[in-house]
Protein backbone atom coordinates (compact mmCIF):
# COMPACT_ATOMS: atom_id res chain seq x y z
CA UNK A 1 0.00 0.00 0.00
CA UNK A 2 1.47 3.36 -0.91
CA UNK A 3 2.27 6.01 1.54
CA UNK A 4 0.92 9.24 -0.14
CA UNK A 5 1.85 12.96 1.01
CA UNK A 6 -1.20 15.56 0.34
CA UNK A 7 -1.81 19.18 1.36
CA UNK A 8 -5.60 18.78 3.11
CA UNK A 9 -8.66 21.01 4.42
CA UNK A 10 -11.00 18.91 6.92
CA UNK A 11 -14.54 19.42 5.62
CA UNK A 12 -15.98 16.64 8.09
CA UNK A 13 -15.62 14.43 10.97
CA UNK A 14 -17.50 11.70 12.22
CA UNK A 15 -16.99 9.75 15.26
CA UNK A 16 -15.97 6.50 14.76
CA UNK A 17 -16.04 3.39 17.81
CA UNK A 18 -14.69 4.87 21.15
CA UNK A 19 -11.90 7.06 19.78
CA UNK A 20 -11.41 7.17 16.68
CA UNK A 21 -13.01 9.06 13.39
CA UNK A 22 -13.51 9.26 9.86
CA UNK A 23 -12.26 12.38 8.64
CA UNK A 24 -14.02 13.77 5.43
CA UNK A 25 -10.51 15.68 3.66
CA UNK A 26 -10.24 18.02 0.50
CA UNK A 27 -7.14 17.59 -0.82
CA UNK A 28 -4.89 19.17 -2.96
CA UNK A 29 -3.16 16.43 -4.68
CA UNK A 30 -6.34 14.06 -4.73
CA UNK A 31 -9.53 15.42 -4.23
CA UNK A 32 -12.20 14.64 -1.69
CA UNK A 33 -10.30 11.50 0.37
CA UNK A 34 -12.51 10.01 2.85
CA UNK A 35 -10.07 8.32 5.92
CA UNK A 36 -10.12 6.73 8.68
CA UNK A 37 -8.01 8.11 11.73
CA UNK A 38 -7.32 5.67 14.37
CA UNK A 39 -7.38 7.25 18.03
CA UNK A 40 -8.00 10.46 16.34
CA UNK A 41 -10.63 11.64 19.09
CA UNK A 42 -8.27 11.16 21.71
CA UNK A 43 -6.83 14.30 23.52
CA UNK A 44 -3.38 12.93 23.19
CA UNK A 45 -3.65 11.23 19.96
CA UNK A 46 -0.84 11.68 17.31
CA UNK A 47 -3.19 13.46 15.49
CA UNK A 48 -3.14 16.12 18.10
CA UNK A 49 -6.04 18.68 17.47
CA UNK A 50 -5.32 18.70 13.93
CA UNK A 51 -9.04 17.28 12.87
CA UNK A 52 -11.20 20.26 13.27
CA UNK A 53 -13.54 21.22 10.61
CA UNK A 54 -11.49 23.83 8.33
CA UNK A 55 -8.13 23.12 9.47
CA UNK A 56 -5.61 22.94 6.74
CA UNK A 57 -2.98 20.12 7.51
CA UNK A 58 -0.24 18.05 6.28
CA UNK A 59 -1.08 14.69 5.63
CA UNK A 60 0.63 11.30 4.88
CA UNK A 61 -2.30 8.43 4.38
CA UNK A 62 -2.40 5.27 3.12
CA UNK A 63 -4.87 4.87 0.20
CA UNK A 64 -6.77 1.89 0.12
CA UNK A 65 -8.65 0.18 -2.89
CA UNK A 66 -11.92 2.27 -4.15
CA UNK A 67 -14.20 0.06 -1.40
CA UNK A 68 -12.52 0.82 1.08
CA UNK A 69 -11.20 3.75 3.17
CA UNK A 70 -8.14 5.48 3.07
CA UNK A 71 -6.30 5.29 5.91
CA UNK A 72 -4.70 8.58 7.82
CA UNK A 73 -1.16 7.63 9.81
CA UNK A 74 -0.23 11.45 10.19
CA UNK A 75 -2.26 15.03 10.35
CA UNK A 76 0.11 18.54 10.94
CA UNK A 77 -2.23 21.24 11.79
CA UNK A 78 -0.87 23.97 8.84
CA UNK A 79 -3.78 26.57 9.55
CA UNK A 80 -7.13 27.20 11.42
CA UNK A 81 -8.09 30.27 9.66
CA UNK A 82 -8.34 32.40 13.02
CA UNK A 83 -9.99 35.27 11.07
CA UNK A 84 -13.24 33.04 10.58
CA UNK A 85 -13.94 33.32 14.68
CA UNK A 86 -13.58 36.69 14.75
CA UNK A 87 -16.87 38.13 13.32
CA UNK A 88 -19.83 35.86 12.60
CA UNK A 89 -20.11 37.43 9.71
CA UNK A 90 -16.74 35.59 8.77
CA UNK A 91 -17.51 32.37 10.09
CA UNK A 92 -21.28 31.91 8.24
CA UNK A 93 -19.53 32.99 4.82
CA UNK A 94 -16.52 29.86 5.88
CA UNK A 95 -20.00 27.83 6.59
CA UNK A 96 -21.15 28.31 3.34
CA UNK A 97 -17.48 27.65 1.57
CA UNK A 98 -17.53 24.40 3.49
CA UNK A 99 -21.31 23.19 2.31
CA UNK A 100 -20.12 23.98 -1.67
CA UNK A 101 -17.02 21.97 -0.89
CA UNK A 102 -18.87 18.80 0.84
CA UNK A 103 -21.86 18.83 -1.54
CA UNK A 104 -18.99 19.21 -4.81
CA UNK A 105 -15.86 17.88 -4.13
CA UNK A 106 -15.50 14.63 -5.80
CA UNK A 107 -12.92 11.79 -5.27
CA UNK A 108 -9.74 11.40 -7.82
CA UNK A 109 -10.74 14.65 -9.26
CA UNK A 110 -8.40 17.54 -8.02
CA UNK A 111 -8.06 21.23 -8.25
CA UNK A 112 -5.14 22.88 -7.07
CA UNK A 113 -5.45 26.01 -8.58
CA UNK A 114 -8.92 26.33 -6.61
CA UNK A 115 -7.55 24.53 -3.56
CA UNK A 116 -4.98 27.67 -3.19
CA UNK A 117 -7.74 30.31 -3.67
CA UNK A 118 -9.74 28.46 -1.06
CA UNK A 119 -7.25 28.52 1.13
CA UNK A 120 -6.23 32.19 0.21
CA UNK A 121 -10.07 33.22 0.72
CA UNK A 122 -10.06 31.82 4.07
CA UNK A 123 -7.19 33.94 5.29
CA UNK A 124 -8.57 36.85 3.86
CA UNK A 125 -12.25 36.48 5.28
CA UNK A 126 -12.75 39.50 7.44
CA UNK A 127 -14.70 42.58 7.04
CA UNK A 128 -15.07 45.46 5.04
CA UNK A 129 -13.85 43.51 1.81
CA UNK A 130 -15.85 40.19 3.29
CA UNK A 131 -18.52 39.75 0.72
CA UNK A 132 -16.32 41.24 -2.19
CA UNK A 133 -13.85 38.16 -1.42
CA UNK A 134 -16.58 35.42 -1.28
CA UNK A 135 -17.86 36.40 -4.20
CA UNK A 136 -14.15 36.26 -5.70
CA UNK A 137 -14.54 33.15 -4.86
CA UNK A 138 -17.93 31.53 -5.97
CA UNK A 139 -17.09 32.59 -9.07
CA UNK A 140 -14.38 31.16 -9.04
CA UNK A 141 -15.95 27.93 -7.69
CA UNK A 142 -18.16 28.09 -10.52
CA UNK A 143 -15.47 28.19 -13.15
CA UNK A 144 -13.72 25.26 -11.93
CA UNK A 145 -17.03 23.13 -11.81
CA UNK A 146 -17.63 24.13 -15.22
CA UNK A 147 -20.88 25.84 -14.05
CA UNK A 148 -20.11 29.23 -14.75
CA UNK A 149 -23.05 31.09 -16.22
CA UNK A 150 -22.76 32.66 -19.59
CA UNK A 151 -22.86 36.65 -18.54
CA UNK A 152 -21.63 37.88 -22.73
CA UNK A 153 -23.93 36.14 -24.65
CA UNK A 154 -27.49 34.57 -24.94
CA UNK A 155 -27.30 31.10 -23.29
CA UNK A 156 -29.82 29.95 -25.88
CA UNK A 157 -28.83 31.50 -29.47
CA UNK A 158 -25.56 32.37 -28.44
CA UNK A 159 -26.24 35.67 -29.50
CA UNK A 160 -24.02 38.14 -28.02
CA UNK A 161 -25.30 40.47 -25.52
CA UNK A 162 -26.30 44.15 -26.18
CA UNK A 163 -26.25 46.27 -23.29
CA UNK A 164 -26.98 49.78 -24.91
CA UNK A 165 -28.01 51.52 -21.40
CA UNK A 166 -26.82 51.64 -18.45
CA UNK A 167 -30.56 51.38 -17.48
CA UNK A 168 -31.56 48.76 -19.17
CA UNK A 169 -32.42 45.31 -17.28
CA UNK A 170 -31.14 41.98 -18.59
CA UNK A 171 -32.94 38.79 -18.81
CA UNK A 172 -31.51 36.25 -16.11
CA UNK A 173 -32.27 32.93 -16.14
CA UNK A 174 -30.98 30.44 -13.36
CA UNK A 175 -32.12 27.44 -14.73
CA UNK A 176 -30.93 27.96 -18.18
CA UNK A 177 -27.81 28.92 -16.88
CA UNK A 178 -27.15 32.61 -18.02
CA UNK A 179 -28.66 35.43 -19.93
CA UNK A 180 -31.19 35.88 -22.62
CA UNK A 181 -31.04 37.85 -25.49
CA UNK A 182 -35.08 39.76 -25.93
CA UNK A 183 -36.47 37.29 -28.33
CA UNK A 184 -35.30 33.96 -26.66
CA UNK A 185 -36.56 35.57 -23.22
CA UNK A 186 -39.86 35.63 -25.04
CA UNK A 187 -39.74 32.06 -26.00
CA UNK A 188 -38.96 30.89 -22.02
CA UNK A 189 -40.13 30.91 -19.03
CA UNK A 190 -38.55 31.36 -14.90
CA UNK A 191 -36.44 34.47 -15.65
CA UNK A 192 -36.03 37.51 -13.83
CA UNK A 193 -34.35 40.30 -14.77
CA UNK A 194 -31.05 41.43 -13.88
CA UNK A 195 -30.16 45.24 -12.61
CA UNK A 196 -27.00 46.13 -15.22
CA UNK A 197 -25.56 47.12 -12.03
CA UNK A 198 -25.13 43.68 -10.95
CA UNK A 199 -24.10 42.26 -14.42
CA UNK A 200 -21.72 44.70 -14.46
CA UNK A 201 -20.02 43.63 -11.04
CA UNK A 202 -20.59 39.97 -11.84
CA UNK A 203 -18.24 40.26 -15.14
CA UNK A 204 -15.84 42.57 -13.39
CA UNK A 205 -15.32 40.50 -10.46
CA UNK A 206 -15.36 37.18 -13.07
CA UNK A 207 -12.40 39.01 -14.98
CA UNK A 208 -10.80 39.76 -11.67
CA UNK A 209 -10.68 43.46 -12.16
CA UNK A 210 -10.22 46.05 -9.49
CA UNK A 211 -13.33 47.97 -8.49
CA UNK A 212 -14.95 49.22 -6.01
CA UNK A 213 -19.14 48.28 -5.67
CA UNK A 214 -21.23 49.57 -2.87
CA UNK A 215 -22.01 47.20 -0.05
CA UNK A 216 -25.35 46.53 -1.38
CA UNK A 217 -24.17 45.74 -5.19
CA UNK A 218 -22.37 42.57 -3.20
CA UNK A 219 -25.22 41.65 -0.87
CA UNK A 220 -27.54 41.39 -3.93
CA UNK A 221 -24.92 39.44 -6.28
CA UNK A 222 -24.62 37.19 -3.20
CA UNK A 223 -28.43 36.53 -3.35
CA UNK A 224 -28.42 36.23 -6.67
CA UNK A 225 -25.43 33.59 -7.22
CA UNK A 226 -26.92 31.77 -4.40
CA UNK A 227 -29.96 31.29 -5.95
CA UNK A 228 -27.67 30.42 -8.99
CA UNK A 229 -26.00 27.44 -6.95
CA UNK A 230 -29.27 26.11 -5.45
CA UNK A 231 -30.73 25.53 -9.11
CA UNK A 232 -27.31 24.17 -10.48
CA UNK A 233 -27.01 22.10 -7.24
CA UNK A 234 -30.20 20.51 -6.99
CA UNK A 235 -31.33 21.68 -3.38
CA UNK A 236 -31.21 24.39 -1.28
CA UNK A 237 -28.30 25.87 0.02
CA UNK A 238 -28.61 25.97 4.05
CA UNK A 239 -26.18 28.92 4.81
CA UNK A 240 -27.84 30.99 2.36
CA UNK A 241 -30.13 32.44 4.80
CA UNK A 242 -27.71 33.21 6.83
CA UNK A 243 -25.70 35.15 4.62
CA UNK A 244 -28.47 37.55 3.27
CA UNK A 245 -29.04 38.41 7.02
CA UNK A 246 -25.71 38.18 8.80
CA UNK A 247 -24.85 41.60 7.36
CA UNK B 1 -11.38 -0.98 7.04
CA UNK B 2 -14.51 -1.77 5.42
CA UNK B 3 -17.53 0.80 4.56
CA UNK B 4 -20.06 -2.23 6.09
CA UNK B 5 -18.16 -2.29 9.60
CA UNK B 6 -18.76 1.78 9.97
CA UNK B 7 -21.72 1.13 11.32
CA UNK B 8 -21.75 -1.20 14.91
CA UNK B 9 -22.10 -4.28 13.96
CA UNK B 10 -25.32 -5.93 15.28
CA UNK B 11 -24.69 -9.69 13.80
CA UNK B 12 -24.01 -12.03 15.77
CA UNK B 13 -26.35 -15.73 14.81
CA UNK B 14 -25.88 -17.10 18.88
CA UNK B 15 -27.82 -14.48 20.15
CA UNK B 16 -29.50 -12.46 17.01
CA UNK B 17 -32.39 -15.30 16.66
CA UNK B 18 -34.60 -13.49 19.28
CA UNK B 19 -35.82 -14.63 22.92
CA UNK B 20 -34.87 -13.55 26.22
CA UNK B 21 -31.49 -13.78 26.38
CA UNK B 22 -31.13 -12.12 22.52
CA UNK B 23 -33.64 -9.44 23.46
CA UNK B 24 -30.87 -8.33 26.60
CA UNK B 25 -28.19 -9.03 24.53
CA UNK B 26 -29.54 -6.60 21.58
CA UNK B 27 -29.87 -3.64 24.35
CA UNK B 28 -26.12 -4.39 25.94
CA UNK B 29 -25.36 -4.07 22.45
CA UNK B 30 -25.90 -1.00 21.50
CA UNK B 31 -24.56 0.85 24.28
CA UNK B 32 -21.25 3.11 23.47
CA UNK B 33 -18.14 1.60 23.96
CA UNK B 34 -19.96 -2.25 24.57
CA UNK B 35 -19.14 -4.12 21.70
CA UNK B 36 -20.86 -7.63 21.30
CA UNK B 37 -18.50 -9.70 22.99
CA UNK B 38 -18.73 -7.27 26.16
CA UNK B 39 -22.31 -7.77 25.66
CA UNK B 40 -22.10 -10.91 26.39
CA UNK B 41 -20.03 -10.45 29.11
CA UNK B 42 -22.70 -8.48 30.64
CA UNK B 43 -25.20 -10.90 30.17
CA UNK B 44 -23.40 -13.57 31.79
CA UNK B 45 -22.63 -10.94 34.66
CA UNK B 46 -26.41 -10.34 35.12
CA UNK B 47 -27.36 -13.61 34.80
CA UNK B 48 -24.74 -14.83 37.75
CA UNK B 49 -25.62 -11.68 39.70
CA UNK B 50 -28.07 -11.28 42.73
CA UNK B 51 -31.44 -10.97 41.49
CA UNK B 52 -31.87 -8.50 44.08
CA UNK B 53 -29.69 -6.32 42.73
CA UNK B 54 -30.17 -6.86 39.36
CA UNK B 55 -34.18 -5.68 39.92
CA UNK B 56 -32.79 -2.90 42.00
CA UNK B 57 -30.80 -1.83 38.63
CA UNK B 58 -33.63 -2.28 36.20
CA UNK B 59 -35.91 -0.20 38.59
CA UNK B 60 -33.49 2.99 38.49
CA UNK B 61 -33.72 2.54 34.89
CA UNK B 62 -37.04 2.89 35.03
CA UNK B 63 -37.29 5.57 37.70
CA UNK B 64 -33.91 7.59 35.82
CA UNK B 65 -36.37 7.80 32.82
CA UNK B 66 -39.02 8.69 33.95
CA UNK B 67 -37.96 11.43 37.06
CA UNK B 68 -34.91 12.76 35.69
CA UNK B 69 -35.50 15.79 33.67
CA UNK B 70 -33.69 19.12 32.46
CA UNK B 71 -33.71 21.88 35.06
CA UNK B 72 -35.44 24.58 34.96
CA UNK B 73 -33.14 27.16 34.97
CA UNK B 74 -29.97 25.86 33.67
CA UNK B 75 -30.93 22.91 32.01
CA UNK B 76 -28.72 20.69 33.56
CA UNK B 77 -30.38 16.86 34.47
CA UNK B 78 -31.95 17.07 37.81
CA UNK B 79 -34.81 15.04 39.84
CA UNK B 80 -36.10 18.39 41.48
CA UNK B 81 -37.43 21.68 39.77
CA UNK B 82 -34.02 22.83 40.23
CA UNK B 83 -30.78 21.09 39.97
CA UNK B 84 -28.61 21.21 42.90
CA UNK B 85 -26.50 23.84 41.81
CA UNK B 86 -29.36 26.27 40.93
CA UNK B 87 -30.27 25.96 43.88
CA UNK B 88 -27.60 26.58 46.09
CA UNK B 89 -27.19 30.35 47.41
CA UNK B 90 -24.03 30.28 48.10
CA UNK B 91 -22.75 30.33 44.28
CA UNK B 92 -21.72 33.67 42.75
CA UNK B 93 -25.02 35.06 41.13
CA UNK B 94 -22.65 37.43 38.84
CA UNK B 95 -21.13 34.52 37.09
CA UNK B 96 -22.40 32.57 34.74
CA UNK B 97 -20.85 29.72 32.42
CA UNK B 98 -22.02 28.64 29.08
CA UNK B 99 -21.98 24.85 28.26
CA UNK B 100 -23.16 23.03 25.40
CA UNK B 101 -23.90 19.46 27.15
CA UNK B 102 -24.76 18.59 30.37
CA UNK B 103 -21.80 16.50 30.79
CA UNK B 104 -19.40 19.53 30.75
CA UNK B 105 -20.90 20.73 34.11
CA UNK B 106 -19.83 17.71 35.33
CA UNK B 107 -16.43 18.13 33.95
CA UNK B 108 -15.86 21.42 35.34
CA UNK B 109 -17.64 20.68 38.45
CA UNK B 110 -14.89 17.96 39.10
CA UNK B 111 -12.48 20.35 38.39
CA UNK B 112 -13.35 22.40 41.58
CA UNK B 113 -12.66 25.78 40.88
CA UNK B 114 -15.84 27.54 39.59
CA UNK B 115 -18.06 28.90 42.37
CA UNK B 116 -21.23 30.73 39.11
CA UNK B 117 -23.56 28.99 38.03
CA UNK B 118 -24.00 27.29 34.62
CA UNK B 119 -26.54 27.47 31.52
CA UNK B 120 -26.81 24.15 29.24
CA UNK B 121 -26.85 24.61 25.78
CA UNK B 122 -28.08 21.34 24.80
CA UNK B 123 -25.88 21.07 21.89
CA UNK B 124 -23.69 23.39 19.48
CA UNK B 125 -25.06 25.36 16.59
CA UNK B 126 -23.60 23.65 13.37
CA UNK B 127 -25.67 25.71 10.36
CA UNK B 128 -24.63 22.99 7.69
CA UNK B 129 -26.61 20.13 9.57
CA UNK B 130 -29.73 22.53 10.09
CA UNK B 131 -29.33 23.06 13.80
CA UNK B 132 -29.98 26.94 14.50
CA UNK B 133 -30.61 28.49 17.76
CA UNK B 134 -34.04 27.46 18.10
CA UNK B 135 -32.73 23.91 18.52
CA UNK B 136 -30.86 24.89 21.48
CA UNK B 137 -31.74 26.54 25.22
CA UNK B 138 -30.56 30.26 23.81
CA UNK B 139 -33.78 31.90 24.70
CA UNK B 140 -33.59 30.95 28.19
CA UNK B 141 -30.03 32.12 28.21
CA UNK B 142 -30.87 35.48 26.77
CA UNK B 143 -33.83 35.76 29.69
CA UNK B 144 -31.80 34.55 32.56
CA UNK B 145 -28.87 37.27 31.55
CA UNK B 146 -31.84 40.12 31.15
CA UNK B 147 -32.70 39.87 34.71
CA UNK B 148 -29.77 41.43 35.57
CA UNK B 149 -27.95 39.10 38.10
CA UNK B 150 -25.57 38.35 35.81
CA UNK B 151 -22.11 40.35 35.55
CA UNK B 152 -19.98 38.11 33.28
CA UNK B 153 -21.06 35.21 30.73
CA UNK B 154 -18.08 32.78 30.44
CA UNK B 155 -19.14 30.86 26.69
CA UNK B 156 -17.54 27.51 27.73
CA UNK B 157 -18.57 25.83 24.34
CA UNK B 158 -15.33 23.28 23.22
CA UNK B 159 -12.27 24.98 21.38
CA UNK B 160 -13.84 23.22 17.72
CA UNK B 161 -15.26 25.05 14.55
CA UNK B 162 -18.59 24.62 15.54
CA UNK B 163 -17.97 25.72 19.34
CA UNK B 164 -16.32 28.88 18.41
CA UNK B 165 -18.95 29.68 16.23
CA UNK B 166 -21.65 29.09 18.79
CA UNK B 167 -19.31 31.47 20.86
CA UNK B 168 -19.55 34.25 18.01
CA UNK B 169 -23.36 33.99 17.57
CA UNK B 170 -23.96 34.18 21.51
CA UNK B 171 -21.76 37.12 21.88
CA UNK B 172 -23.16 38.79 19.59
CA UNK B 173 -26.75 38.60 20.99
CA UNK B 174 -24.91 39.15 24.57
CA UNK B 175 -23.16 41.92 23.69
CA UNK B 176 -26.14 44.80 23.79
CA UNK B 177 -27.24 43.35 26.97
CA UNK B 178 -23.88 45.25 28.56
CA UNK B 179 -22.30 41.76 30.34
CA UNK B 180 -18.81 41.23 29.92
CA UNK B 181 -18.32 38.37 27.84
CA UNK B 182 -15.65 35.94 28.24
CA UNK B 183 -13.81 32.95 26.83
CA UNK B 184 -12.06 29.89 28.47
CA UNK B 185 -8.96 29.87 27.83
CA UNK B 186 -6.68 27.33 25.22
CA UNK B 187 -3.56 26.62 24.83
CA UNK B 188 -1.04 23.97 26.37
CA UNK B 189 -2.76 21.20 28.12
CA UNK B 190 -0.83 21.33 31.63
CA UNK B 191 1.79 17.87 32.18
CA UNK B 192 2.72 19.19 28.44
CA UNK B 193 5.67 20.04 26.76
CA UNK B 194 6.30 22.97 24.52
CA UNK B 195 8.22 20.95 22.27
CA UNK B 196 5.63 18.64 21.29
CA UNK B 197 2.92 21.23 20.90
CA UNK B 198 1.57 21.84 17.26
CA UNK B 199 1.67 25.57 16.15
CA UNK B 200 -2.02 26.15 16.85
CA UNK B 201 -1.49 25.18 20.54
CA UNK B 202 1.58 27.38 21.06
CA UNK B 203 -0.18 30.28 18.80
CA UNK B 204 -3.27 30.16 21.25
CA UNK B 205 -1.15 29.64 24.59
CA UNK B 206 0.68 33.00 23.50
CA UNK B 207 -2.71 34.86 22.58
CA UNK B 208 -4.18 33.79 26.33
CA UNK B 209 -0.90 34.81 27.67
CA UNK B 210 -1.45 36.68 31.33
CA UNK B 211 0.69 38.80 33.56
CA UNK B 212 2.20 37.17 36.44
ZN1 LIG C 1 -30.99 34.40 -27.78
ZN1 LIG D 1 -29.99 24.16 37.27
Sequence with gaps: MPLEKAHALVLRTSAFRETSCVVTLWTREFGKVRALAKGGRRLRSRFQSALDVLHLCDIVLIRKTSAQLDLLTEAHLVDRFNVLRQSLQAYYAACFILEILCACAQENDPHPQWFDTTIRTLRQLQPPHLLRTLLSWEIIALRELGMHPMLDQCVQCKKLLEVSSSSQPITWNALAGGVLCARCAMARSGQRTLQPELWHAWRCIAKQQDFEFPEATCQHLIDLLHDYWSHRLEQPLRLASYLSTAS | ?212
Design chain 2, 1 to 212: MHMKNMTKSASDPIWTQGGLLGRVWEHLNRWPGIGPKSAERLLFYLLAADSSEVIDFAQALVELKQRIHPCRQCHHWTEDELCSICSDPKRDSSLLCVVEQPRDVIALERAGVYRGYYHVLGGRLAPLEGIGPEKLTVDSLLRRVQQGQVREVILATNPTFEGDGTALYLSSLLAPLGVKITRLARGLPSGSSLEFANSAMLADALEGRRAL
